[in-house]
């Protein structure tokens, strides 16, 4: 029985966090202007790179989806 109840927390756990990862990467999707990239940037200068990790992470997938979205659009426009 304790393994079952070990194994449905950490399903709980898990979900938990996909839930905060996935509201974090919407609230991070907000930040699409220049001035908004640099107010973020500067917000996360304060902070220690292990602490900006996972944000660093999730901006960097945010930018290459935004660059391939870019490649797409300007190949069906030109």
């Not at 940037?41 to 220690?48: C, N, P, V």
């Not at 990790?53 to 797409?72: F, K, P, T």
């Amino acid at each position: 029985m304790q393994f079952i109840r070990n194994a449905r927390t950490a399903i709980s756990h898990r979900l938990t966090e996909r839930r905060a990862h996935r509201q974090l990467s919407a609230e991070l999707a907000a930040f699409r202007t220049a001035a908004e990239r640099t107010e973020l940037d500067l917000m996360l200068g304060r902070h220690t790179a292990e602490e900006t990790r996972e944000i660093h992470a999730i901006l960097s997938r945010q930018d290459a989806g935004r660059r391939g979205g870019d490649a797409v659009h300007s190949a069906f426009h030109h």
